[in-house]
């Protein structure tokens, strides 16, 4: 792990919560991790990466609870690890994910996760019985990230999330489309993750072996997940964005690019979880969720700025993502925000 990688302090919070109330120990604590207490009032501030999970390691034995005080139950140490051994035995991700939300229903008591698989669509939900408004945004976030995290591991690949929604409302940080994707919606209805379903019949890659690695390293892997900013794929990613369709390169022409073969440009993709066509795939989708959210274009000007030859073509591929057409989307969440509008002149 790279000491430039950081995270937004807002994640610290969840960490820290319990010990709001007893200064000296959250100061100590704080210390040890080598984190300035001052940034914990700047949720947009950077934290190192390094101190993030240093501070999730001393947590774990400050508070005996792998889920940080954040459920009334909570997960006794060691409960990862046992979680994690049942995992790598089940051939798919599919059946290791319904085993992994059974797994953490057997310790956790305040949030319920649940997986519903939809034609090409899957969706993990979150239910929450904690009457505390911080508790529950904190603990919802910090399952999600367990879930979708674990979920990348298992199957040695980063997995593209299409849609986040959560109940609570924060502050937007830059994080969040590292970690949940460019289609989030905070102050949502229910809160929960979608992806394409064919991820869950990917097999399950890991091992006792690397098992035991992924343990010793978990904190970290699991806040820079298979999202490093510092990749190909992250290059790729930004290259792309920041061009119209017309000019994207082929993947011939990105390898020369770099100043590598094509075949050497795909083994390091694949090495980092991803394809040439899924990255351009994700950027088509993230532009297409930010021009329908906060733009003024047509939908037609829009399907033509993302390639399709015709707007019926990007009428079915958005149905395709989403389950609902581009006209719906963008009613749908213009809904959303006069009504938020409404409430903060209220």
């Not at 700047?42 to 390691?57: D, E, G, H, M, N």
């Amino acid at each position: 792990m790279r000491e430039k990688d950081s995270v937004a302090a807002y994640f610290v919070r969840a960490m820290i919560h319990r010990l709001a109330d007893n200064p000296q120990r959250l100061a100590a604590v704080l210390e040890q991790a080598n984190i300035d207490p001052a940034l914990l009032d700047q949720p947009t501030a950077r934290v190192p990466a390094s101190a993030f999970a240093a501070l999730w390691l001393l947590q774990i034995r400050e508070l005996d609870d792998e889920f940080f005080g954040l459920d009334s139950h909570g997960m006794p140490p060691g409960s990862f690890a046992l979680i994690c051994r049942a995992l790598i035995q089940e051939p798919d991700l599919h059946k290791a994910m319904r085993q992994c939300l059974a797994n953490f229903a057997l310790f956790l008591r305040d949030f319920r996760g649940t997986l519903t698989v939809r034609g090409k669509r899957a969706i993990i939900s979150l239910q929450t019985r904690s009457t505390d408004s911080d508790v529950s945004r904190l603990g919802e976030e910090t399952f999600l990230v367990l879930m979708i995290s674990l979920l990348c591991w298992l199957g040695g690949r980063r997995i593209p999330i299409d849609r986040a929604d959560f109940r609570h409302a924060r502050v937007s940080l830059t994080d969040d489309r590292l970690l949940w994707g460019p289609n989030l919606t905070f102050g949502a209805e229910r809160t929960e993750i979608e992806f394409a379903s064919h991820y869950l019949r990917l097999p399950v890659v890991q091992d006792l072996a690397s098992l035991k690695v992924f343990l010793r390293t978990a904190p970290q892997w699991l806040v820079i997940r298979f999202r490093n900013q510092h990749g190909l794929a992250s290059q790729v990613h930004q290259r792309l964005r920041n061009s119209h369709y017309s000019h994207w390169p082929t993947l011939q022409a990105f390898a020369l690019e770099q100043h590598l073969s094509p075949s050497t440009f795909r083994r390091k993709l694949e090495r980092e979880g991803c394809s040439y066509q899924e990255i351009k795939d994700e950027v088509r989708r993230g532009v297409a969720f930010e021009q329908l959210r906060h733009g003024k274009a047509s939908v037609g000007d829009i399907a033509e700025q993302l390639g399709f030859q015709e707007p019926s073509a990007f009428h079915r591929a958005f149905k395709k993502w989403t389950g609902e057409s581009p006209g719906r989307y963008r009613a749908r969440f213009q809904e959303r925000t006069r009504e938020g509008n409404g409430a903060d002149s209220a």
